[in-house]
């Protein structure tokens, strides 16, 4: 693991090394692993050292530091930016120079973070795997979309990346590469910038070694834009004074039994039985299946229509450079009518409404990252992302906390979501939970 | 004076009362005053009213709170709004109304604070005295050009506004009017969606009733934006950190001899004699008259040149529709050559040089906000902005403290100017120079 970006941020403030060091690091550590991970796209080498040079003569001026000085950030291949290229993952955009970069680098870059380069991402942000590979075994899949992203800091490249999710493509990467993630709540993160598959479901993520971090980088990034229509004009929650707050009760959680829960994996099964053990009145059941289908098939009904707005035309300029997986959605979303759309839309307010509702008596769901492991790479698959699908559809800010591990020792994520902007409160559960978890058994099949 | 934006902040977070219940007392307090006054182009009653709601609501679901939340702000009429026309003081945009908001307004509603209105500025920000007058005694001129920010604090219409600065058009209305004023290094605050007369020389700034406000205020609108070439991708300075600590060693003053300090008013004249007599030899003395002429003639030439090249394809689309005074400053610009402009800039970078050694020796510069009290409105001039020229030439962070009063018992301000993008360095200073004249004297010609 490399260092923690808190770790960074202080170390430097204090004098004990420098921004410059601290990448020099980072690059060693990407030259070390990457001809086996494949997580970077490209590297921004020279850029970034000048921009340590500065915030090192930024340091010894005297002058304010960031909450994030000197913290070497990856970028996932979907969010624009001006010093290198951003492909999409696609042939098609292979040289693309946006000329403005995505509103979050420049909210990294205010808050002192240096851009490392680009992570890699499957084509489009869609399931079709990507070259890069699992750190914690190379035989298995990191998951996608954000695959290069959850592989870099697995791979102890560096401690934060930036990643996105539409339906599981920050979760469930987290999950299978055994690292933290947050999926704030939509809208938290402006997405000016970043590719668009679908405006209302397209979140951004970020993933890191720990809660503080994850807190650092949420704090930073999170801002009003007036370009993205999700953005709000109103305060957001801060994350990192929740996080250094105890909750003024003990956390009340819920598990959800959902329909695609009776698929999870034997070892995923008997640690969540585990954690609700220990648990015990602190958790409570309740039974969702009947909702699950419905909601699992608004999402599907909603990202394929305005996947066939936002790539069809890019499809029709440019045919069969897209791979099959993709062509099929297309191909499929021909068929949905504006009233499917609209019919799914109103399938969301009704769980949104819901979820309000339930957020009254419990602070969190309790819930898996993913149904397993990750895959290996010989399936050609980046995994199942239903475990992530209703969270997405709702916009609802979600955790992943990489407690457990699978059959193959691999790990798999303890997920955690919340009440919708309200990811301050959803930290501070998610510290608790950890902490109490961790306190209680030494005998839970821990990863750490 | 109305509350402070601090204590709004904390009185609806402690739940003293609400946003709506200050906003109905802003409101009330325009109406009380504004027939005399004349300090607003246009308010927004219903939107201000229903966001009030909503701040409200997002108090009582015990969401996240802003740092401004529920704080009324007046906005310069050079700001873009959505909610309302944006007409930089002239007929020809009478009904200008931009589809996107000023980065500023963003920066605002996401730290809760409620757009109130728009403050009348002079036309395009320049020299003619605008209908606002000056609420310490409404015979006088507020000057200019954020007349109507300025008034508007003064009035006690709301704790904050915001206005801007090419020359002295933040730091001489606050002197004129008796409030605190921020103008922040440049590029400190971006200008994206703000009117542009010169790139160069445009520079945000903020009124208030305490330093304090200041810098909740100047926290919140700091931000990294592309869109402002000179907002620049590195950490801001935090003031309200900064204004909560002591400097670490009693701060060293600098006052320097300029030319046009020779035609300080009598009274002001001798409120900054008494100010360095009570300095000692906290502050010296730096003949700079040399060096006077140069400058202010490089201010000039800078921002005519660009005036021409902002305002020049305007006023040919729009003949005769603009005032004398700016009709005139184009006609002179057009004899300004591009080499006149070059060596202009050379003149100010060299001064530049010149301001990052002094301070390596000097805390701040202790200099008069303007060279009188308020000019009665009969003169038919904003006032001398002299006093403000170089410190906006070179981008320097400027505060004007309203500690003295004049002839006629109106405001002056004590100017302190400090280190580029060291801000946090300056509040810091000012505060300490306000607690220690205040508590060496009580016989100085304070005004509080």
Known sequence: MFLKAFEIARGIKEGSFTASEVLKKCFDKIDETDSDICAWVCLDTDGAMERAKILDSIRKSGKALGPLHGVPVGIKDIVDTVNLPTSYGSDIFADRRPESPARIIELLEKAGAIIVGKTVTTEFAFMKPSITKNPVNINYSPGGSSSGSASAVAAGNLPIAIGSQTNGSVIRPASFCGVYAIKPSSGIIPKFGVLETSNILDQMGIFANCLEDLALACDALSDYDSRDPNSRPFPSPVLSIALSKAPPVEPKLVWLDLDYLVNLDGAVRTGFDQIKDILGNRI?????????????????????????????????????????????????????????????????????????????????????????????????????????????????????????????????????????????????????????????????????
């Open 284 to 448: 409570e059941n309740i039974d969702a299946r009947e909702a699950t289908k419905k909601l699992v098939a608004a999402h599907k009904t909603i990202y394929e229509y305005q996947l066939l707005e936002n790539l069809g035309p890019i499809n029709n300029q440019n045919p069969s450079k897209m791979n099959n997986l993709i062509l099929e959605a297309l191909s499929r979303a021909k068929s949905i009518t504006y009233n499917d759309f609209k019919l799914a839309l109103e399938i969301r307010a009704e769980a949104l409404s819901f979820f309000e509702s339930l957020f009254l008596d419990y602070d969190a769901i309790l819930t898996p990252s993913a149904i397993s492991e990750a895959p290996l790479l010989d399936e050609n698959s980046t995994g199942n992302p239903i475990c992530c699908t209703i969270w997405t559809l709702c916009g609802l800010p979600c955790f992943n906390i990489p407690l457990l591990s699978g059959e193959n020792s691999l790990p798999v994520g303890v997920q955690l979501v919340g009440k919708f902007e309200e990811d301050d409160r959803l930290i501070r559960t998610a510290n608790w939970l950890q902490n109490f978890l961790t306190e209680k058994v030494a005998d839970l099949n821990l990863l750490k």
